[in-house]
Antibody
């Protein structure tokens, strides 16, 4: 069974940094692209970033470009999101999701499955 | 990139059919056939129910079906059941090499 478990969320002050992790199991992690998707409390979903199977290709939403960095460690079956210069509007539940198609994050794929999410709250 | 437009809510009695629309532009839904749909019951993570407009993952009932015409994709739930009550989101790839989600639709079973 595919499992994705996020961690690293918490309360952080504006302008500070946080690093999220996603531990994957139940599939060949290095065969698939991975994504981060976030959901502000009571609001809709927003794609944040995607990374190809080997980390060679990466994409970001305009809202986080230049502040967030996605990475992966295939030896540890783990996905990461380094979040710098955090803003109040970054407050959200952050989900890790496996690409439903294959090793490339772009081209119009789908997200399947999703983890349970880790909550990031940016507030002074 | 603006979110795709979905109706805020739809409702139906058990056994009835409901359809959720997802309207984008020629930069997303209108160009790419990889529209996907996600079901999110309260307090849970989203779950894929349709991919590539109309394909159902293993385990998703055939009551769920999808279509697309021009810049609008649609999800239809036939034979509505109480367990279908949830928020539903569409998603599409965009010409900016990003992904965009819909605004979300709350499905209520009366």
């Amino acid at each position: 069974e595919v499992q994705l478990v996020e961690s690293g969320g918490g309360l952080v002050q504006p302008g500070r940094s946080l690093r999220l992790s996603c531990a994957a199991s139940g599939f060949s992690f290095d065969d698939y692209a991975m994504h981060w998707v976030r959901q502000p409390p009571g609001k809709g979903l927003e794609w944040v970033s995607g990374i190809s199977w080997n980390g060679g290709s990466i994409g970001y939403a305009d809202s986080v470009k230049g502040r967030f960095t996605i990475s992966r460690d295939n030896a540890r079956n783990s996905l990461y999101l380094q979040m710098n210069s955090l803003r109040a509007e970054d407050t959200a539940l952050y989900y890790c999701a496996k690409d439903g198609y294959g090793g490339s994050w772009y081209g119009g794929n789908w997200f399947d499955p999703w983890g349970q999410g880790t909550l990031v709250t940016v507030s002074s | 990139q603006s979110a795709l437009t979905q109706p805020p809510s739809v409702s139906g009695s058990p056994g009835q059919s409901v359809t959720i629309s997802c309207t984008g532009t020629s930069n997303d839904v209108g160009t790419y056939n990889r529209v996907s749909w996600y079901q999110q019951p309260p307090g849970t993570a989203p779950k894929l129910v349709l991919y590539e407009v109309s394909n159902r993952p293993s385990g998703v009932p055939d009551r769920f079906s999808g279509s697309k015409s021009g810049n609008t994709a649609s999800l239809t739930i036939s034979g509505l059941q109480a367990e279908d009550e949830a928020d539903y989101y569409c998603s599409s790839y965009t010409s900016s090499s990003t992904y965009v989600f819909g605004t979300g639709t709350k499905v209520t079973v009366l």
